[in-house]
């Protein structure tokens, strides 16, 4: 059995081999859009690490074969003592499972590799900056080390290419020390061994409690498997010209026809996605960047034409050169996704049929969204940006256990510096998420839109306390337990219940609702609005229009 598969135009695997993000990947290269190249184990592979706990027979010598082309197409070596390529090993489920599973950056920079980069680039920072960043995640993803003791890592160095390097080298050291208090083993400074633990690793991953748990919410099989990706990897923490970002071609809280996302600045794409950072917004990058963001207009054009949908795309850039690093349909929902969808049908991209199966009608609840209408004296207590439309009123909770506990006597609103993929539970168990720290694209934000719950992020003003379960804002304390509100659209957090009323009016959903109402030949229509779209749904799909599913 072949367990490797190239990531080139020519591949024609489904994306139940390659996963959803090669099989992206693929899309962008026949478009002849940038992708660092690379190739994808198969998730026949992680099905099979998955019964016997090992690497399965052969892959090994695949895959030292791919990563030899690997390096002949990059004109590099993995580990190498000259030009040195260091690579990213992603996961990729066939349905996608945004932070759920294992990745880790920068791999194949061992002692010497590291020496090698900072020789080449002239920038030692750059490079030890870019080993750190292997080490932490190696140790959280594949030793197990637990994001406390990682925190001890003093990270924050001066910045510029001649400064700096002693405490990036001494946080190095402290991640040794780190690990080997875990009982962990030291990191391999073997490139090719680090490769081969970290393909584990990600096939582990597909079995952790917050995956499993995402697939139970979202319905997805537990006997998929996920697709490694491995690509050459691209440095957005390269230099004052190098960058990264998410980008939505399309809003996703709205819908409007405006590009929407956000943008780190001399960074890596995973401190985006954690939210641990603050970002910019994406138009940012037309200021900063104008090539760069010209380039990512057009991309995300080409796109939109392609998939015939609002579309997300992971990217990098280097020096000044843009890389896409995944790309997937927006499969917005609530007003969004109506928007979206009854645009494209005006637009002439979709058909009517198509635009009322590309919407499910339990989300139509979410469209007519609601809003706080009103603050009394005092309530409001801190504000960030609203990241997912909508009203969730609950006690306080500070962590995602407490969250599960309290949640059994009634809703509860999690408030958190940012949010990971181990608070899934918590994020399922509340009626809504706010965040200290991240942007539209972290990883609460995402969350929350895939749950249908109201999210507010990057409360500046807001730090929360979770040794004496306590948040502070605006010289105020609030206790655990305490009843607040956000509103997921203008981001305000308040204290109590405020009044709230939802919109009566949405030009979109009317013209959408009509459609159905003509494909059932309902001429009073008196239902309620997801009961319209499911009969129109059901006629569509018994006349041979069922290709589409909503959503």
């Not at 590099?76 to 294992?102: D, E, F, N």
């Not at 509103?487 to 609702?513: K, N």
Request: net charge neutral; hydrophobic share 40%; proline share 6%.
């Amino acid at each position: 059995m072949t367990w490797i598969h190239p990531l080139s135009a020519e591949a024609e695997e489904r994306a139940d081999v390659l996963g959803g993000k090669a099989h992206g990947l693929i899309a962008l290269r026949r478009l002849g859009l940038p992708v660092p190249p690379g190739f994808v184990i198969g998730t026949g592979a992680c099905r099979a690490f998955l019964r016997t706990g090992r690497l399965p027979d052969g892959l090994g010598a695949e895959l030292a074969a791919a990563v030899a082309a690997l390096e002949t197409t990059t004109q590099r070596r993995l580990g190498g003592l000259r030009r040195p390529l260091a690579v990213s090993v992603r996961s990729g489920g066939r349905v996608s499972m945004p932070g759920m599973m294992s990745t880790v950056l920068n791999l194949g920079l061992t002692t010497a590799a590291t020496a090698a980069l900072a020789d080449e680039t002239g920038d030692p920072r750059f490079a030890l900056d870019a080993r750190l960043r292997f080490l932490t995640g190696f140790a959280s993803e594949v030793v197990g080390v637990g994001p406390e003791s990682l925190a001890r890592v003093d990270r924050t160095t001066p910045a510029g290419p001649d400064t700096g390097t002693d405490r990036l080298a001494e946080a190095i050291e402290d991640v040794g020390r780190i690990v080997a208090e875990h009982g962990g083993a030291p990191v391999p400074d073997d490139a090719a061994r680090q490769l081969e633990l970290a393909v584990a690793a990600v096939f582990s991953s597909w079995n952790t409690p917050r995956a499993r748990t995402y697939r139970e919410l979202h319905g997805i099989p537990h006997d998929l498997g996920t697709a490694v990706t491995v690509q050459a990897m691209v440095f957005g923490n390269r230099d004052r010209h190098s960058g990264t970002g998410v980008a939505f071609s399309r809003d996703p809280t709205t819908g409007e026809h405006v590009p929407y996302g956000e943008a780190l600045f001399g960074r890596q794409g995973s401190d985006v996605v954690s939210g641990a950072s603050l970002t910019e917004p994406l138009g940012e990058l037309a200021v900063r960047e104008p090539a760069v963001w010209d380039r990512l207009l057009s991309a995300l054009h080409r796109l939109e034409e392609h998939h015939r949908d609002a579309c997300y795309v992971e990217f990098t850039y280097e020096a000044g050169e843009l890389w896409l690093l995944q790309v997937r349909p927006g499969r917005f929902t609530g007003r969004a996704g109506v928007r979206v969808a009854v645009d494209l049908a005006d637009a002439g991209t979709i058909g009517r049929d198509e635009a009322l199966l590309r919407v499910a009608p339990g989300h139509l609840a979410h469209v007519r969204t609601p809003r706080i209408t009103a603050v009394g004296p005092g309530a409001l207590f801190t504000r960030g940006l609203g990241a997912s439309p909508g009203v969730a009123v609950g006690r306080l909770a500070t962590t995602a256990d407490r969250a599960v506990r309290l949640a059994a006597g009634g809703p509860v609103v999690l408030l958190r510096p940012e949010t990971s993929p181990l608070d899934l539970h918590g994020l399922a168990a509340a009626a809504g998420v706010v965040t200290a720290r991240g942007g539209p694209a972290s990883h609460a934000a995402v969350v929350a839109r895939s749950m249908g719950k109201p999210a507010v992020v990057g409360a500046a003003g807001l730090t929360v306390d979770a040794a004496t379960g306590s948040v502070r804002a605006g010289g105020r304390t609030l206790a655990e337990g305490t009843l607040i509100a956000l509103d997921g659209t203008g981001g305000e957090v308040v204290v109590g219940t405020p009044r709230i009323a939802a919109s009566s009016a949405d030009a979109q959903l009317d013209r959408l609702l009509a459609w159905a109402d003509d494909v059932t030949g309902d001429t009073a229509p008196g239902r309620e609005a997801s009961e319209r779209l499911a009969s129109a749904q059901a006629v569509l799909r018994r006349t041979g229009h069922g290709s589409t599913s909503p959503g």
